[in-house]
């Protein structure tokens, strides 16, 4: 009798891990798309929905969205990219390796800065700079939800010059590339960002990350 009973635990022990070892790795797996897609893909575009949310209120029943946009995104390792708002205005980000541009059309402004020490710890420069995001964040293994598999980044505290500007920052990894971003900030505000149409290791033109404005144009240049 006590045979059979120690059979039926060591059997029921060997259920639970074979179950288990498939939970782990659907938990990894957001982590090692990630790794896989910095280490892996040099440059890439495609488009973006992005949208600012906040919680909901008394008296709502759902989150608010505040303000939507979408575009079209272009980048080159390391730390270049293009951030080009279309909808519901125009409006570009450029980083040229050396320089951060903001373009407002409606302005008809040109904002110039150097690339400081604080964009290290931005979603852009996470998805498409060259420095090592795990200087900067943990990274913690996410659920699957979405069709994505996610990872969760958490800021390391004690980084020197750094602040970061998101208190917990998600990215969703779908067929080896990000699909989609979730950026919580400390006031319960958050940012949502579908990408979609991705190509990767596609050729960048020399040109992409320059940028001239038009005649006339105001052009600030911020230290």
């Not at 946009?69 to 409006?91: A, D, M, Y």
């Not at 900030?185 to 958050?190: A, E, I, L, S, T």
Request: charged share 20%; glycine share 10%; hydrophobic share 40%.
């Amino acid at each position: 009798m006590k045979f059979w009973c120690a059979v039926r635990a060591i059997t029921k022990l060997i259920y639970s891990v074979l179950f288990l070892i498939p939970s782990l790795a659907s938990a990894n797996e957001g982590v090692n798309q990630f790794k896989n897609f910095l280490s892996q893909v040099q440059s890439a575009e495609g488009d973006f929905v992005q949208q600012q949310v906040r919680p909901a209120r008394a008296g709502e029943d759902k989150p608010k969205v505040l303000r939507k946009s979408q575009g079209h995104f272009i980048f080159q390792r390391p730390g270049k990219f293009v951030w080009e708002t279309l909808k519901p205005f125009e409006q570009k980000v450029i980083a040229d390796g050396q320089r951060l541009l903001l373009w407002d059309k409606d302005l008809n402004q040109l904002t110039i800065r150097p690339v400081g020490q604080s964009l290290k710890s931005t979603p852009a420069a996470i998805l498409f700079g060259g420095s090592s995001v795990e200087d900067y964040f943990d990274l913690i293994p996410g659920e699957e939800k979405g069709g994505m598999f996610w990872v969760e980044l958490q800021p390391k505290s004690g980084q020197s010059g750094v602040e970061a500007p998101y208190s917990r920052i998600g990215i969703g990894m779908a067929n080896g590339a990000p699909a989609g971003l979730e950026l919580h900030d400390n006031f319960g505000n958050v940012i949502l960002i579908t990408l979609s149409r991705i190509k990767i290791n596609t050729s960048v033109g020399i040109d992409t990350f320059k940028f001239t404005p038009p005649a006339g144009a105001d052009v600030l240049k911020v230290q």
